[in-house]
């Protein structure tokens, strides 16, 4: 009797860990893992490309660096259309805006290059607020159809600053010494983009990010629960905008130059691209959207130029467009949750066979 009372009381301490339990707390560890892994891949990428590529490791990390703002500028959308359901395709109107306050903060008010990095992301924020107040009376197709209409009145004025300056596009001249080395430029993009995904983790998972979702899932019963309708959509527009415009100076800094073409619609296209390619509502999306839409134009540029079929020659950098709108034809056919569904239907079946196991 003694000893069933003992082995009662020890029961407590050897009860088994919960399965949902266990599996989230696997699935983070997977996820920090995964993270070490992909980060220590970053820091040793110049090494490693200097040994595939030679005198031309710095042009090859120069086009990695590209990607990583277009990681920035994917997550912002993310941000707006995949969590806070918000249809808006006017994130080229921030991005434009973004590189053309860098320019002219620099190079015309001789400001220093940080400060004009916080005037573009102050000024598009700005803008967030002065476009999403009243876009939130509308949704839906209307809301994407205005939004739109601003990325073609950005464009227009700031082509049309273009021509009253007298020149074609914005170059910026005063860049930090520094940052012409092709190597520091790719480690501060990379900086920026693993600060702003950690941070972009714990914000998705916090008080704002839920509302965000809820707002998403059913924005009647979101209400319904006390969230501030108003409120979180207006933020989530700020978030995007302050997002799209860093990408936008980050850019300018990459190109050394900023256009008025940063704002049109085949840059809404190739924002809307990377996240239904990769996954909506998804920072793992974000990732590979960047990624798929980033190196594109690096396998159109294995086609010869110009493509000849038949009696037709067709200039390859006209059909980056189409592509574009084919991947999302095809993504939403054939993967609707996009790449990032595909790699956690692969978690899901591996954590099926372990548990069988």
């Not at 970053?42 to 990583?68: C, K, M, Q, W």
């Not at 520091?184 to 509302?211: D, E, H, K, Q, T």
């Not at 209400?223 to 990408?247: D, H, P």
């Not at 008025?260 to 959207?289: E, N, R």
Request: one cysteine or more; glycine letters at 10%.
């Amino acid at each position: 009797m003694a000893m069933k009372k003992r082995a009662e009381g020890r029961s407590p301490v050897l009860s088994p860990v919960p399965t949902e339990t266990a599996g989230r707390f696997s699935g983070r560890m997977r996820g920090w893992i995964a993270s070490a892994c992909l980060l220590l891949i970053l820091l040793l990428l110049p090494t490693l490309y200097d040994g595939l590529f030679g005198g031309s490791a710095n042009f090859e990390l120069h086009r990695v660096s590209l990607i990583g703002i277009f990681v920035i500028a994917a997550l912002a959308q993310n941000v707006l259309t995949g969590y806070a359901a918000q249809p808006s395709l006017g994130n080229a109107a921030f991005f434009g805006v973004g590189a053309y306050m860098l320019a002219w903060t620099t190079n015309d008010l001789n400001w220093p290059f940080w400060l004009g990095i916080l005037i573009a992301m102050a000024a598009s924020a700005i803008l967030g607020v002065i476009i999403g107040g009243p876009a939130l009376r509308i949704s839906g197709a209307h809301l994407a159809v205005a939004t739109l209409g601003l990325v073609l009145i950005t464009g227009s004025l700031l082509d049309l600053w273009d021509k009253a300056a007298g020149r074609q596009n914005y170059d910026l001249n005063t860049i930090p010494l520094w940052l012409s080395d092709d190597r520091a430029l790719y480690f501060l993009i990379m900086a920026v983009v693993a600060l702003l995904l950690f941070l972009s983790f714990y914000l998705l998972r916090s008080r704002v990010g839920r509302a965000w979702i809820a707002i998403r899932d059913d924005e009647a019963a979101a209400e319904a629960f006390g969230v501030n309708i108003t409120r979180y959509k207006l933020l989530a527009f700020v978030v995007s905008a302050v997002l799209t415009g860093l990408a936008g100076a980050l850019y300018a800094t990459w190109a050394t130059t900023a256009s008025s073409s940063m704002s049109s619609s085949d840059q809404t296209i190739a924002f809307l691209a990377m996240i239904v390619v990769g996954g909506l509502g998804s920072i793992v999306g974000s990732v590979l959207g960047a990624l798929f839409v980033g190196f594109l134009p690096l396998l159109l540029g294995q086609l010869p130029n110009p493509l000849v079929m038949g009696s037709m020659q067709i200039q390859v950098a006209t059909l980056t467009t189409g592509i574009y709108g084919l991947l999302l034809l095809l993504a939403l056919i054939f993967f609707p949750h996009g790449l990032s569904g595909l790699v956690e239907r692969f978690q899901g079946k591996r954590d099926t066979r372990g548990g069988q196991a």
